[in-house]
């Protein structure tokens, strides 16, 4: 079992830059894939972002080139460098802890980008 608390979120003009932090209660070394998600009002929840135990990461088309995550197994952190925010990418984002047959879900940080 794992708790995820995500923050970082805010109001920013597109073009501008967030970074989301998603803090675990225990060690994440050994969890396979972190991932980060959004959802956008009246919308289904969608994927953004993987990364691996080993560091490799996936990418949604929308966000490729303009996100960037990371894991910091130190500290049990994963983080989403969000540049170049389009309004379009407002919504509340969710960090995610796959460890098979379980996932595991933060609360969720609300990110509003304004045109």
């Known amino acids: 079992q794992v708790q995820l608390v995500e923050s970082g979120g805010g109001l920013v003009q597109a073009g501008g830059s967030l970074r989301l932090s998603c803090a675990a209660s225990?060690?994440?070394?050994?969890?396979?894939?972190m991932r980060w998600y959004r959802q956008a009002p009246g919308k289904q929840r969608d994927f953004v972002a993987t990364?691996?135990?080993?560091?490799?990461?996936t990418y949604a088309d929308s966000v490729k080139g303009r996100f960037t995550i990371s894991r910091d197994n130190a500290k049990n952190t994963v983080y989403l460098q969000m540049n170049s925010l389009k309004p379009e990418d407002t919504a509340v984002y969710y960090c995610?802890?796959?460890?098979?047959?379980?996932?595991?879900w933060g609360q969720g940080t609300q990110v509003t980008v304004s045109s």
């Open positions: 225990r060690s994440i070394f050994s969890i396979n894939f």
């Open positions: 990364i691996t135990s080993g560091g490799s990461t």
């Open positions: 995610n802890a796959d460890m098979g047959p379980k996932n595991y």
